[in-house]
T-cell receptor, first 115, second 114 residues
Framework: AQTVTQSQPEMSVQEAETVTLSCTYD???????LFWYKQPPSRQMILVIR??????QNATENRFSVNFQKAAKSFSLKISDSQLGDAAMYFC????????????FGSGTRLLVRP | ETGVTQSPTHLIKTRGQQVTLRCSSQ?????VSWYQQALGQGPQFIFQ???????GRGNFPPRFSGLQFPNYSSELNVNALELDDSALYLC?????????????FGPGTRLTVL
């Protein structure tokens, strides 16, 4: 069974600085999708970025980028120029390409942004 | 474009009761997935509905059931509520096709079972 592990329960970053959130996953499959979701105190899960495993190029969305290391089964999220609005829980999620439905989430990392 | 909506926002029930939660999918989406998020944890997949039929199920007992309607909205029903059912219930919609089928989430329903 696939699993997703986020080993950092909480991270802290100074406003305008850069922070990296870690995520590792375990799968025997070669084709899958990876996601980072943000959950602010309002509770709504918001998609931050996604990565297709067959793509070697790391995904980037404005200040958010990933470091996808397929062999190491690692999928970290880098947030540049951190803003106060980035403070939230961040969840890493995996979906097999063979399954259209099931997202498997990690336990989350709480990101604190210091002004 | 209308996003995913859920109702109610909060709900308090007592053990043994039944509850129905509702979700309206984002326009253009044909699939709805339900997740349970206990306090301090990541969401756990309950089931998904596509074309009004269950398209996959997680490790939840049969007292968790659902429906999808022709307009792609969905209901989650939980019978014989237990204290451990207290959680945030998230609905996510997507368009089922080849590719990432990215799921977009609603704001959730906070269920408290006393």
């Amino acid at each position: 069974a696939q699993t997703v592990t986020q080993s950092q329960p909480e991270m802290s970053v100074q406003e305008a600085e850069t922070v990296t959130l870690s995520c590792t996953y375990d799968t025997s499959e070669s084709d899958y999708y990876l996601f980072w979701y943000k959950q602010p105190p309002s509770r709504q899960m918001i998609l931050v970025i996604r990565q297709e495993a067959y793509k070697q190029q790391n995904a980037t969305e404005n200040r958010f980028s990933v470091n996808f290391q397929k062999a190491a089964k690692s999928f970290s999220l880098k947030i540049s120029d951190s803003q106060l609005g980035d403070a939230a829980m961040y969840f890493c999620a995996y979906r097999s390409a063979r399954s259209s439905y099931k997202l498997i989430f990690g336990s989350g990392t709480r990101l604190l942004v210091r002004p | 474009e209308t996003g995913v909506t859920q109702s109610p926002t909060h709900l308090i029930k007592t053990r043994g009761q039944q509850v129905t939660l509702r979700c309206s999918s984002q326009s253009g989406h044909n699939t709805v997935s339900w997740y349970q998020q206990a306090l301090g944890q990541g969401p756990q997949f309950i089931f998904q509905y596509y074309r009004e039929e269950e398209n996959g199920r997680g490790n939840f007992p049969p007292r968790f059931s659902g429906l999808q309607f022709p307009n792609y909205s969905s209901e989650l029903n939980v019978n014989a509520l237990e204290l451990d059912d207290s959680a945030l219930y998230l609905c996510a919609s997507s368009y089922l096709a080849g590719g990432p089928n990215t799921q977009y989430f609603g704001p959730g329903t906070r269920l408290t079972v006393l």
